[in-house]
């Protein structure tokens, strides 16, 4: 069990620390009043079926209503990077008030992820909403899954949430969270689910603890601590404590099952602003950026579409600092104190105090602000992606051969004529490794972030284009994907990207990254096999990034199979995923001609003045 509190601990104050970044100083006397914290434990709310949920509520030691900012939480609502928070916001005229969600720690019910979200969340803010010392006005802090039970509450459109702060969480729950390009998160889903089912096997215990049930036995050396008959263990112990890990599995199609709360299916349905915080090498980035992006667009009211504000860091779930993987990002990484952007977040929407979130924002209409990595330093932008920003192709070349960093595989904005394709074999039993990257959760065993590439890199299954070296600095902020013409020997199989950062000493820095699988190269609904030796154009998301390529710097790009075990490894015969044992090696196939101009797109912004 402490694993899992531990867990809770790491990405909980993560997402405080997220969500306290980019904070003005306040501007008005209201911002600067000093309250006395009343603390309310345990208080118990019903749900519309029935079920207890309990919460702690801080609040001023004064008269008169207040703003409240709800925390909804599956991590414990008592863990100190709950309580912390609350003591410095409610001084500032807020009542905090955080709950645990249906099935967790104190609360009642039965613990699924994402399933009861809508409604406890619908539920808990018009709860708060009206209790005696609140005006009525409700927010929404946190980040991760607690980002979620944002998302979902709003989608339900309570009538007095006003405002959201969802940091580092994602806009679908299948692809972005479970999968991504069709692959299961493994590392991520496996880590998550042990973690969740800590708390679950605690309560089952707790459920059988009565001395009552075993006082009769003899001899007394006999008697048993607790009166369940075993603990399940082993792949039981996931049925009985974690079914929803199955049912994730059951469902590697976007269906039904995803649908039902999926946000990005809902854009239209939140009617709020608000303030959406992520960070590269994230693992949600993605769905971050969506949501800024879907809601700004599609959102269900005026406030809520101009009210859409986007701010990303650095680390994410891979980590908080200046120093983060192998990467020092200096002092700007550290530039805002913690706690102190919800409060101006908050301020800005509830009291009126112009700040960034502010007229001042908007009358400069630049409501983005990123961490432009390698430069180190944020910047504005008017919006995601970045409009001055230009779509640049950047061509695979390779006369002899691209694989591993003995090929000659190279990078241009030259179109390619008659080329050789690049061929490889992919091996399920021995997979390219993950090194850094985008990861959660379990940083002690695999450590995420930026890593040096060069061991994945020296092998003969993953092909090598780099750029020659840079000129001068050039800045790569937006979208990156790769349009790649390739084959198979398989009827299903895996092609991975990564964008790669070079310094001149050859460290090879990890950007983003991206994964597609074949069956689902047309459509996450409706898989399809390939027809082996068949050609086909495929598109693989790397997601984005912010990164200014120094000069002398290469700009890289890999491309493989496999990257395990981050994602699971695909089999290559088309079978079920995860219900198969039988594997067969497949040969990859990269083509890169005048008819096939397999390429890395990004985004180039424009130089700068004097540069």
Avoid at 210 to 233: E, H, M, R
Avoid at 540 to 554: C, E, I, P, Q, R
Avoid at 602 to 611: E, F, H, L, R, W
Wanted: hydrophobic letters at 40%; glycine letters at 8%; aromatic letters at 12%.
């Amino acid at each position: 069990m402490q694993g899992g509190l531990l867990f809770a601990k790491r990405i909980l104050l993560a997402a405080l620390f997220f969500c306290a970044a980019f904070a003005p100083a306040p501007r008005n006397a209201d911002a600067q009043q000093n309250y006395d914290v009343i603390v309310q434990n345990g208080v118990a709310m019903k749900t519309r079926d029935g079920v207890s949920l309990f919460a702690d509520i801080y609040r001023p030691r004064a008269e008169g209503k207040f703003p409240v900012i709800l925390m909804r939480t599956p991590y414990d609502k008592a863990a100190n990077w709950a309580v912390g928070p609350a003591y410095q916001m409610v001084p500032h005229g807020y009542v905090v008030v955080v709950q645990d969600v249906r099935g967790r720690y104190t609360s009642e019910g039965e613990w699924y992820p994402f399933r009861h979200e809508s409604e406890d969340g619908y539920d808990t803010i018009e709860w708060v909403a009206a209790l005696p010392y609140s005006n009525g006005k409700v927010g929404m802090m946190g980040g991760s899954y607690v980002g979620a039970t944002q998302m979902l509450a709003a989608i339900a459109h309570p009538p007095h949430l006003a405002g959201i702060c969802p940091v580092v969480t994602a806009s679908n729950y299948h692809d972005g969270w479970t999968y991504q390009g069709g692959a299961f998160e493994q590392w991520f889903d496996q880590n998550w689910t042990t973690q969740l089912a800590t708390n679950t096997l605690w309560r089952l215990i707790a459920k059988n603890t009565n001395a009552l049930v075993g006082a009769p036995t003899l001899p007394l050396t006999q008697y048993p601590s607790f009166n369940y008959a075993a603990l399940p263990a082993g792949a039981e112990s996931t049925q009985e404590l974690a079914p929803y890990y199955l049912d994730w599995l059951a469902h590697p199609d976007y269906d039904s099952y995803w649908k039902q709360w999926s946000i990005e299916e809902h854009f239209a349905d939140v009617q709020v602003p608000a303030l959406h915080i992520g960070g590269w090498y994230d693992i949600f980035l993605t769905g971050t950026l969506r949501n800024y992006q879907g809601i700004k667009a599609h959102g269900g009211s005026e406030a809520a579409r101009n009210g859409q504000r986007l701010l990303v860091q650095i680390g994410g779930h891979a980590g908080f600092g200046r120093h983060i993987g192998d990467v020092e990002f200096g002092e700007e990484a550290l530039k805002f104190p913690s706690t102190t952007t919800i409060l101006a977040w908050y301020d800005f929407l509830f009291k009126g105090v112009q700040n960034e979130f502010g007229n001042e924002g908007a009358a400069a209409g630049k409501p983005v602000h990123v961490f432009v990595m390698g430069e180190n330093k944020y910047h504005q932008q008017s919006d995601w992606p970045p409009p001055e920003g230009k779509l640049t192709r950047y061509f695979l070349h390779a006369t002899a051969s691209a694989n591993s960093l003995r090929g000659d595989g190279n990078l241009s904005t030259t179109a390619p004529k008659k080329e050789i394709a690049d061929k490889f074999t992919f091996d399920p039993v021995n997979p390219v490794p993950t090194i850094g990257g985008s990861l959660c959760c379990d940083a002690e065993h695999y450590e995420p972030g930026p890593r040096d590439q060069r061991s994945a890199e020296n092998r003969n299954d993953v092909l090598v284009y780099s750029t020659k070296p840079m000129t001068e600095d050039m800045e790569v902020t937006g979208p990156v994907t790769l349009e790649l013409w390739a084959k198979s020997s398989a009827v299903d199989t895996d092609f991975t990207a990564k964008l790669v950062d070079v310094s001149p000493d050859g460290f090879a820095t990890n950007l983003a990254d991206g994964i597609l699988r074949m069956r689902y190269r047309d459509s996450q609904e409706k898989p399809g096999l390939m027809n082996p030796e068949q050609i086909y154009k495929i598109t693989v998301d790397l997601s984005a990034t912010s990164n200014v390529f120094k000069k002398g710097h290469l700009l890289r790009l890999d491309v493989s199979s496999s990257n395990f075990p981050r994602y699971d490894r695909n089999l290559n015969t088309g079978a079920v995923q995860s219900t198969s044992k039988d594997f067969v090696s497949a040969t990859n196939t990269i083509l890169h001609d005048a008819e096939h101009p397999s390429a890395l797109l990004v985004t180039v912004m424009p130089a700068k003045a004097g540069q």
